[in-house]
């Protein structure tokens, strides 16, 4: 399929983080796989400025298991890129508090989009926000 771009890969990456469980995620990850789109999603939770690092190398290892990037520095420094600039897009709501949600992670051809979808909050007194980090190799 022609004509995927960086809107369509980001809106592909948001889906990911959207979605609600494994089995979720991998009957998305086998329909984009059909249109060359390769996919990948993590859970994380935790207090936020501290897990900053932590939510970039699970990014970057998740997209590496599921094949969405080889073990080359210049795609595992553009997903990392990506997450850092999803992350920045959140963090005046986020800081000091705790996050807990999906990374959702979309690849096609040169296109590499990360969507972090979290709560922020305290117990179930949560705001809601998704950023979103593109770049391209």
């Known amino acids: 399929m022609e004509g995927l771009g960086s809107k369509d890969i980001s809106r592909i990456a948001i889906q990911m983080s ?3 469980d494994r ?3 991998k009957m ?3 329909r984009f796989q059909q ?3 390769h996919a990948a999603a993590v859970d994380y939770g935790g207090e936020f400025i501290s897990s900053v690092m932590k939510i970039v190398e699970r990014s970057v290892v998740a997209a590496k298991r599921e094949g969405v990037i080889s073990d080359c520095h210049a795609e595992e420094g553009a997903v990392a890129g990506a997450t ?3 992350l920045s897009q ?3 709501k986020a800081i000091g508090l705790n996050v807990g949600g999906k990374i959702g ?3 096609y051809n040169d296109h590499i989009c990360v969507a ?3 709560g922020i909050g305290l117990l179930h007194l949560n705001e809601i926000a998704i950023g979103l980090g593109h770049r391209v190799v």
């Open 18 to 20: 959207l979605t609600k």
């Open 23 to 25: 089995n979720e995620e």
């Open 28 to 30: 998305y990850k086998q």
């Open 35 to 37: 249109i060359n789109v």
């Open 84 to 86: 850092r600039e999803a």
């Open 90 to 92: 959140i963090m005046p």
């Open 105 to 107: 992670i979309a690849r």
């Open 116 to 118: 972090v979808f979290f």
